[in-house]
């Protein structure tokens, strides 16, 4: 008879593998509903027409049409045909239309070919523009990006906050 060092004389049985069921659930699919913290347009998507979001969106991929976010995020090999409103804006593609936005920041590998408007600013080194910056005191920007909805805010301030 032989015994462990731990006194068993068994080792235990190992784990049941996992059922096919649970192996099979796929991952919660985007659904773009108000709660969700940003929108990805991906390097393969080209959407022709106007985009509206009241969520952050990433694009990395091509609009034809006028943009009006909350805050963007434009990818180096992204391109928007058509003209940009957000509060915030980081733009790294191309963009052939004009940009509204209170914070811009522009990246070096940015090509702009229209106007910037925009209450504060930053211009990366490299970074190409043709057109005419103004800086802005108040950017006026669509009601519902003004301010976030009632609910969402709601859910934030429930939330513990911890403070050094």
Request: net charge negative; aromatic share 4%; hydrophobic share 40%.
């Amino acid at each position: 008879m032989k015994m462990s060092m731990f006194g068993s004389r068994h080792s235990p049985p190992p784990p049941p593998p996992p059922t096919r069921a649970a192996a099979l659930v796929p991952p919660a699919p985007a659904t773009g509903a108000r709660h969700t913290p940003f929108s990805l347009i991906g390097g393969d998507v080209v959407v022709t027409g106007n985009l509206s979001a009241t969520v952050d969106i990433h694009i990395d991929g091509r609009i034809d049409g006028d943009l009006t976010c909350a805050s963007l995020v434009q990818g180096a090999e992204s391109v928007i045909c058509g003209n940009i409103v957000a509060k915030a804006a980081r733009i790294a593609g191309q963009v052939e239309g004009s940009i509204t936005a209170d914070n811009l920041v522009i990246e070096r590998s940015a090509r702009i070919f229209g106007d910037c408007r925009y209450g504060t600013l930053a211009v990366e080194n490299g970074a190409q523009v043709e057109g005419r910056f103004s800086a802005q005191s108040t950017i006026v920007v669509p009601p519902e990006l003004a301010a976030p909805e009632e609910d969402y805010v709601d859910e934030i301030e429930g939330e513990e906050r911890y403070v050094d």
